[in-house]
């Protein structure tokens, strides 16, 4: 008997290849899940149970990006080489008004009220311009004091290790995100490959219908589209001419998009100014941050007690407390949104463009790294699961529609 003369007696064998395309999409499927949910561990440790790949590995994917952006993109050197004198003055004048205006609620309103009231009101602009221009000047030695010191002062890959901590969907939605379409491309390859797959495995039905064959055929299904899938996202590297079809792979081919995407993300959900802001204002840093802003405003307090109003305004006994009290609040509206170190961690949002224009000129193997290591180390527990996904199926199919 012939080959359609064997479907014709047996029509449920054309099922097959369908069958097997849904099998390949449904595996893929499920793998591309099984990445990033659930976000925590669910089941009994350590013998049953699942956690997202990306989640459960989160830190390590986490400092990789990390380590991609300080060798590869940017450095700390680089990223706050701006911040000196007036080039970033303009940025600084709600911060300078708001100190400005603390200088003169502790040393006039509050200890001289009836003086600072009776000073007028030309008088009192004359001395909030002088303030102004002094408080000025102090915050942008502040800042060139930051930059001098940033290495010590912020550790980016602890920024990056906290907002991870802090979120723990945060690397998940970098991956999803920057690769959205190498994971589209997952889910609707596994349907044609599958179907593909299941042409052959419909002829080796007709020719040899063994128990076996079905069973057998789900579980190279399965395999097969997850791992063709993944190898068609990173390979090849470069452009390569196969007769009339350019052969690329996806996510190589997609350089410009995947580098808009990363740096977006990274400069908006990763190094923004909130999250450098809350790693910086504890531990070693903090008090690295506090001891430049206390020589500083120290230095501007001298300066102004030693004029001989401010002398009379404030006595000998009462500047200490003073001193305390105007560095306590200063210190206070740093970190606030809008304060000096806010302002100045704030600078991480425009280093979007950057790490754009240069993720955009990686060779391939070191722009690989982006997207790759988020598969590399588990993603052979991605392909045998959709192996055993497609002998279920397999022997599914056997029973309920071949028995």
């Known amino acids: ?72 993109l940017l450095s700390l050197e680089e990223l706050f080489a701006p911040f000196r004198g007036e080039a970033f003055a303009k940025n600084l004048s709600p911060v300078v008004e708001e100190i400005t205006q603390q200088v003169i609620d502790e040393v006039a309103t509050k200890r001289a009220p009836m003086m600072w009231e009776n000073a007028g009101e030309y008088m009192q602009d004359q001395i909030r311009e002088k303030i102004r221009e002094e408080v000025r000047a102090v915050a942008i030695q502040i800042v060139d ?39 589209k491309f997952i889910e609707i390859s596994g349907a044609y490959f599958g179907f593909i797959f299941g042409l052959f495995q419909m002829s080796l039905w007709v020719y040899h219908p063994a128990d076996w064959v079905l069973p057998f055929a789900g579980f190279l299904v399965g395999y097969a589209t997850n791992w063709v899938a993944l190898k068609m996202i990173f390979n090849p590297r470069e452009p390569k001419k196969v007769g009339p079809i350019t052969l690329h792979g996806l996510f190589h081919k997609r350089q410009r998009e995947v580098s808009a995407e990363f740096s977006k993300l990274t400069a908006g959900k990763v190094l923004n100014a909130d999250n450098i802001t809350k790693t910086v204002t504890v531990g070693p840093s903090a008090e690295k941050i506090q001891a430049i802003v206390e020589v500083r405003i120290n230095a501007l307090i001298d300066k102004y007690l ?34 000096l170190l806010h302002t100045f961690a704030g600078k991480a949002v425009d280093i979007k463009d950057e790490i754009q224009t240069r993720m955009e000129k990686l060779p391939p193997d070191e722009f690989e790294g982006v997207l790759r290591p988020a598969f590399q180390q588990d993603e052979w527990k991605l392909i045998l699961a959709g192996a055993a996904l497609g002998t279920v199926a397999g022997v599914m199919q056997l029973l309920f529609v071949f028995s």
């Open 1 to 72: 008997m012939g080959f359609f003369e064997r479907i014709a007696a047996d029509w449920l064998v054309l099922t097959i290849p369908l069958v097997s395309a849904f099998i390949g999409w449904f595996t893929n499927l499920v793998a591309i899940k099984m990445m990033f949910y659930p976000t925590e561990f669910r089941g009994i440790r350590p013998f049953l149970g699942w956690q997202g790949i990306v989640p459960a590995n989160s830190r390590r994917l986490a400092k990789m990006s990390t380590r991609l952006i300080l060798t590869k």
């Open 145 to 183: 004091d930051f930059s001098e010191n940033i290495t010590e002062i912020l550790d980016l890959e602890k920024v990056v290790m906290d907002a991870v901590e802090a979120d723990k969907r945060l690397m998940s939605l970098m991956f999803l995100q920057v690769g959205v379409a190498e994971f």
């Open 306 to 339: 030693a004029h001989p109003m401010a002398a009379m305004l404030v006595p000998e006994a009462d500047r200490p407390a003073l001193r305390a009290e105007l560095i306590d609040r200063i210190q206070t509206e740093l970190p606030k949104e809008g304060g």
